[in-house]
């Protein structure tokens, strides 16, 4: 065979394998399909829900003008996201001067850009506001008013300067429980405060908190409180949001929100007005998380915090470490702004 054909023979065949190879990758590479729809969830929406994070079939969109967004991965918390189920939280300002009277201002958005207006009341609010810095301190639990245009405002302390993360959770009318979270900046001398360590007593005042339980990821813990004041066991804890207590949970981190439900609620015929209220959690992932309980006493919504790791020991028996006394207003729950 001449040179100038043996050549031209080698180049035809490796083309042929080139293409043959190309066809089989093509084949055997993973297919994408394009992006529909975004996935309704199905579950039933109750008003002793609010603040569960999402599930399957949740998707998160990032555009309030109505184009579909990115489905949301299936085992995403609540509070992560500024937009998600296709509702969006939008803050009137994302940075706002350092003052113990600030006002705080946000809409509710739903993907064509209009404010969301009709809500279904979870433990007697229609929204209910969390506020707190990203090291975990200033924590605040507030209940905005909406005026006729859809916009919720709230008075908030937001004397520390500082990076703080904003809360928005609630039940859509024709949907399921939502909480959104968006950034806040406070300038100022900004000095993040380690968080406290494990511990599973927390003093407010003349009340003393005592946690007992386990966090097991995945699973559902149960988690008490008692309350005591002055050493006494506290056994006439007054009515709050529906029961005789409500509790946040953040995860250290990304601060992951998680709402924990009671077990029981007054008038029940089983629970009592203390000393103990019970709680079932249940955490995502191994970690650290920082506990907010709040209970009413004589007129008066406290808010006692733990740490509380997740994945290892119960906290009972724990080395006690009382928690920083909240001065007033600190939480958000002085007898001014939660007087129920």
């Known amino acids: ?14 083309a042929a394998v080139f293409t043959g190879g190309a066809v089989a990758g093509r084949a055997l590479e993973p297919r994408i399909e394009p992006l529909g729809e975004p996935v309704t969830d199905h579950r039933s929406g109750s008003g002793d829900d609010h603040g569960a994070s999402l599930g399957a079939g949740d998707d998160a969109t990032t555009d309030p003008q109505g184009s579909s967004g990115v489905g949301a991965p299936r085992d995403v918390p609540g509070g992560v996201m500024v937009s998600a189920a296709g509702y969006r ?4 300002a ?10 705080m201002s946000f809409t509710i958005l739903r993907q064509d850009g209009s404010a969301l207006q009709d809500f279904t009341p979870a433990h007697g609010k229609e929204l209910h506001l969390i506020v707190v810095r990203r090291d975990l301190g200033g924590y605040q639990h507030l209940h905005p008013v909406r005026d006729s245009a859809g916009t919720w405002s709230s008075p908030v302390n937001l004397s520390v300067p500082g990076a703080y993360r904003v809360f928005a ?21 900004y000095r993040p405060i380690p ?6 007593t927390a003093t407010v005042g003349d ?19 008692s309350v005591l004041r002055n050493g ?8 709050y949001l529906g029961a005789y207590g409500h509790m946040v949970a953040l995860r250290a981190g990304d601060l992951a929100y998680l709402h924990v439900h009671p077990a029981g609620h007054p008038g029940d015929g089983n629970t009592l007005p203390g000393p103990r209220v019970d709680f079932a959690a249940t955490v995502p992932s191994t970690g650290t998380y920082r506990l907010y309980f709040d209970f009413k006493h004589r ?18 028996g724990a080395s006690p470490t009382p928690a920083a006394t909240p001065t007033p207003g600190t939480t958000g729950h002085t007898a001014a702004s939660h007087a129920h």
Request: net charge negative.
């Open 299 to 316: 007129g008066v919504v406290r808010t006692a915090e733990f740490t509380v790791p997740a994945g290892a020991t119960s906290t009972r």
């Open 207 to 225: 009340y003393t908190v005592r946690l007992t339980g386990r966090l097991a990821p995945g699973q559902d813990s149960p988690v008490t409180l």
């Open 232 to 239: 006494t066991p506290v056994s006439d804890l007054e009515p």
């Open 89 to 92: 939280l939008q803050l009137a």
């Open 94 to 103: 994302e940075t706002v001067p350092a003052s113990p009277a600030a006002t």
């Open 169 to 189: 959770d609630f039940v859509p009318a024709a949907g399921d429980p939502v909480t959104l979270g968006a950034d806040l900046a406070v300038p100022g001398d």
């Open 195 to 200: 968080l406290a360590p494990a511990t599973a």
């Open 1 to 14: 065979m001449k040179p100038v054909t043996t050549i031209g023979v080698f180049a035809f065949a490796l």
